[in-house]
């Protein structure tokens, strides 16, 4: 991670996460927090040797990174995670017949043990307990983002459309400085393929589910 981009991470976070200090203690200071987060994330085995290099204990660094995953997720995923080369995936689609296409998004269950007593919650359509995984992938089947966290029973387009791929289409974030496309005189907005299972949308390409005259 480049200097800058850590002390621009500070920089979002750091009112949300300064403390006072009291008369039992000194606060952490917020780059502090940050940098014990970021090398706990970057190195998930490094417990020990971050307690050690910042002379804390082991439950301050537990907290210290779920405060600022929990902020990253809330405040600025949207500023900071985009699709990397957008251009290339644009023409990697094109290539496969998909014009001004970023993205093919689906969802899948992944088997649990269901929780006591919400058997009726995490039970999918197919009879077993899952959480939902919803995942987008680039023209070579990569992941390029991912959600879940769902019960099983709930519908594809209902976990959708509370993910964040929403917001970031249609704020213009998931693929900056890309723009909509002319096609035989026809405009043509950045799209990401789905199946019929998801909502009519301008930047949602969905099969055609009539018949053809």
């Known amino acids: 991670m480049k200097r800058e981009t850590f002390y621009h991470i500070i920089s979002m976070l750091g009112p949300h996460i300064m403390k006072q200090d009291t008369n039992m203690c ?33 439950f301050a660094v537990e907290l210290a990174t ?34 001004n296409c970023m993205g093919a998004l689906d969802s899948t269950h992944i088997p649990v043990l269901c929780p006591v007593g919400r058997e009726r919650d995490f039970t999918n359509k197919k009879g ?4 939902i995984l ?15 966290g769902w019960a099983g029973s709930m519908h594809d387009e209902h976990m959708f459309r509370n993910s964040p791929v929403p917001g970031l289409m249609e704020k213009g974030h998931y693929a900056p400085g890309m723009e909509e496309t002319v096609i035989h005189s026809i405009t043509i907005p950045l799209v990401i393929l789905v199946d019929a299972a998801y909502p009519l949308n301008p930047w949602l390409m969905k099969p055609y589910g009539g018949e053809c005259h």
């Open 134 to 148: 919803q995942a987008m992938v680039y023209h070579r089947g990569w992941f390029t983002n991912i959600y879940t």
């Open 26 to 58: 000194q606060a952490i200071p917020p780059d502090k927090t940050v940098a014990m987060a970021i090398m706990k994330l970057a190195i998930p085995s490094s417990l020990q040797y971050i307690v050690n290099q910042f002379s804390m204990a082991a």
């Open 128 to 131: 077993y307990a899952s959480m």
């Open 66 to 99: 779920r405060e600022v995953c929990q902020l990253l997720k809330e405040i600025t995923a949207n500023k900071i995670i985009c699709l990397a080369n957008p251009q290339q995936v644009i023409d990697g689609f094109n290539e496969k017949g998909f014009p």
